[in-house]
């Protein structure tokens, strides 16, 4: 241990800031400005939170004239109401398996809610019913597509809420952040199950059992996300069979009503085809989805900057470890972190 810190310490000796130094700054300057809720008139307030929602300094590809027209509406609705402008970010809920942080939220995550939170703070800062950023996640289907045993779904929902609690006491008090899994949208995972099972064989039927053909993209985020069983070993085509239970899965989640509405504004890390999302990444340099990748500082000039690798950049990079102790943030993926030479 006394010569792995030697090692490091010579390495950060041409770095400035400790990079426990630097997380701990960023969380401290989460909500550094003085709130301002004047404004002249709601037209102008209702502008300028678009103008903050869409800015470019966050978001990573171009919006469609469709997508701000429903961010103008929703923006509207909400201001109307003077209730907080609502933004749904979709995402699975998991760390993948191949990760050696899995099961748990690791620094991808925080990097990525520090990334959020500044996203939106200027919001805050001039509308004071503020901005409820609502996580909207799959769950029940993950062991179903993923074979993810249910207790690691459940282990990632518990530390990202543990997360989301430790980052809440640095962000602006306007600001919520929640996590609802779809399965809580249903009386009981039998339910869900079965409604599953009817989508599918209705699909099936519409498509006279054909399966869906796929692109190479397609074929290696099923490979990527899959922990393949024996079954699927002897069948040549389970990636399409996986591939259809996904597409029943997101008719069932398109019907449940809850982020396809107007007053709600979707955001993800890349352009999905539904065009519906604002595709802001996951860091001001990283668009590699969080539940899918670890997190790792890269040193810059006299400071550092919060990346996003996947397990191929991760197995080609050349990192260091560092121990961390960052107060009241627990959790065994938070006691180290990765730092590229």
Same mark, same amino acid.
């Given at each position: ?32 400005? +003085?709130?301002?809720?004047?404004? +002249? ?148 995972? +039998? ?143 938070? +006691? ?6």
């Amino acid at each position: 241990m006394i010569v792995y810190n030697k090692i490091i310490s010579k390495f950060l000796n041409n770095y400035s800031m400790e990079p426990q130094t630097f997380i701990e700054e960023r969380l401290n300057n989460l909500n550094s400005s +003085e709130h301002t809720f004047e404004q +002249e008139n709601a037209t102008n307030l209702e502008a300028e939170i678009l103008r903050l929602l869409l800015f470019k300094k966050f978001r990573k590809y171009s919006a469609s004239e469709e997508l701000i027209n429903h961010c103008k509406k929703a923006i509207s609705i909400q201001v109307s109401d003077n209730k907080p402008i609502n933004i749904t970010f979709l995402h699975g809920a998991y760390k993948l398996w191949r990760l050696e942080e899995s099961p748990c939220v690791d620094w991808a995550e925080f990097f990525s809610l520090l990334y959020y939170t500044d996203w939106v703070k200027g919001i805050c800062k001039i509308y004071k019913p503020g901005v409820w950023f609502d996580f909207f996640v799959d769950d029940l289907i993950v062991p179903k597509l993923d074979n993810i045993p249910m207790n690691d779904v459940e282990k990632y929902i518990e530390s990202y809420n543990q997360l989301i609690n430790f980052i809440k006491f640095y962000q602006p008090k306007n600001l919520k952040m929640t996590i609802t899994p779809v399965g809580s949208k249903f009386k009981s995972a +039998e339910e869900f199950e079965d409604i599953l099972k009817q989508k599918l064989n209705e699909l099936n039927r519409k498509s006279n059992n054909q399966l869906p053909k796929l692109t190479d993209s397609q074929r290696a985020m099923i490979e990527l996300n899959v922990k393949l069983n024996q079954t699927q070993k002897k069948d040549p085509t389970w990636q399409e069979k996986i591939w259809q239970l996904h597409n029943a899965y997101l008719e069932i989640k398109k019907s449940l009503g809850y982020h396809f509405r107007p007053e709600k504004i979707l955001a993800f890390t890349q352009p999905l085809p539904s065009g519906s999302t604002i595709s802001v990444g996951t860091t001001k340099s990283s668009i590699m989805k969080f539940w899918i990748g670890a997190g790792v500082l890269k040193p810059r000039d006299t400071s550092y900057q919060e990346v996003i690798f996947s397990p191929s950049q991760l197995k080609s990079a050349d990192f260091q470890w560092l121990d961390m102790k960052i107060k009241g943030l627990n959790g065994e993926n938070f +006691e180290k972190i990765r730092i590229l030479k």
